[in-house]
């Protein structure tokens, strides 16, 4: 049985600096060994601070890179609203609404969250690889 990751905005920029352990995630979704997902709300994140740091233009290059991958990016819906809505309540000092929608997404399609922070995992909702930021 293929298991189902959803990767955080935080992995696709260690992905795109070459970093082997958030390759692993992104490859297991070329090579058909598991589902891989975003949410539109963490692939914005990842545009923005992107594009903080390297332009607008390298960014929407990235976006498309990650559109022709065959990560699948799921859109907001009502279902996933009211749940992130639920969770950005009980952990508002916490986490982000990105957060919560990403782990909104995770509790509703039962899959492990792969992330960098460390808050995501912290808060113990849903199953987490972590991977840390400072690792060379």
Same mark, same amino acid.
């Given at each position: 049985?293929?298991?189902?990751?959803?990767?955080?905005?935080?992995?696709?920029?260690?992905?795109?600096a070459g970093r082997?352990?958030?390759?692993?995630?992104?490859?297991? %979704?070329?090579?058909? =060994?598991? @589902?891989?997902?975003?949410?539109?709300?963490?692939?914005?994140?990842? *545009?923005?601070?992107? !594009? &903080?740091?390297?332009?607008?233009?390298?960014?929407?290059?990235?976006?498309?890179?990650?559109?022709?991958?065959?990560?699948?990016?799921?859109?907001?819906?009502?279902?996933?609203?009211?749940? %992130?809505?639920?969770? =950005?309540? @009980?952990?508002?000092?916490?986490?982000?609404?990105?957060?919560?929608? *990403?782990?909104?997404? !995770? &509790?509703?399609?039962?899959?492990?969250?792969?992330?960098?922070?460390?808050?995501?995992?912290?808060?113990?909702?849903?199953?987490?690889?972590?991977?840390?930021?400072?690792?060379?």
């Amino acid at each position: 049985m293929k298991k189902k990751y959803i990767l955080d905005a935080g992995i696709l920029a260690l992905f795109f600096a070459g970093r082997e352990d958030a390759k692993k995630y992104v490859y297991r %979704a070329y090579s058909n =060994k598991d @589902k891989v997902f975003m949410c539109e709300i963490n692939v914005a994140e990842f *545009l923005y601070n992107y !594009a &903080k740091v390297f332009g607008w233009d390298s960014a929407k290059a990235k976006h498309k890179l990650l559109r022709n991958s065959p990560i699948e990016i799921i859109g907001v819906d009502e279902n996933l609203t009211l749940e %992130a809505a639920k969770l =950005k309540l @009980k952990y508002y000092n916490i986490l982000s609404l990105a957060d919560c929608y *990403l782990i909104a997404m !995770a &509790k509703i399609l039962k899959a492990i969250i792969v992330t960098t922070d460390g808050s995501i995992k912290n808060v113990g909702e849903a199953s987490t690889i972590l991977l840390t930021i400072n690792k060379l």
